[in-house]
């Protein structure tokens, strides 16, 4: 069974950083394309990041580029979202998801899998 699992959220700072880890088991990531969504309170779900498994090329959104970075480690089957120069409009429950396929110079943006939130809020 594919499974994720999202950690790693808190109370931060505005300008401070968190790292959340999401641990996925029951397949592999070559074959699956990552994503880290968030919805704050009263707003949409947002796509901030997705990593293809075709080419590897991680995309974000415009609202947290630069300050928001994705990696992995293959060894723990865990992708990582760093987070820097937190802002209180960063506050929000995020999900990490997974969806199957081959991704040439795009990335999904309806994902099938997907792990439990976590919270994370910013104080300003």
């Known amino acids: 069974d594919v499974q994720l699992q999202a950690s790693g959220g808190g109370l931060v700072q505005a300008g401070g950083s968190l790292r959340l880890s999401c641990a996925v088991s029951g397949f592999d990531f070559d074959d699956y394309a990552i994503a880290w969504f968030r919805q704050g309170p009263g707003k949409e779900r947002e796509r901030i990041s997705c990593t293809s498994p075709t080419d590897g090329h991680t995309y974000y959104a415009d609202s947290v580029k630069g300050r928001f970075t994705v990696s992995r480690d293959n060894a723990k089957n865990t992708v990582f979202l760093q987070m820097n120069s937190l802002k209180p409009e960063d506050t929000a429950v995020y999900y990490c998801?997974?969806?199957?396929?081959?991704?040439?110079?795009?990335?999904?943006?309806?994902?099938?899998?997907w792990g439990q939130g976590t919270q994370v809020t910013v104080s300003s």
């Open positions: 998801a997974a969806k199957g396929g081959i991704y040439i110079g795009n990335c999904p943006y309806n994902f099938r899998f």
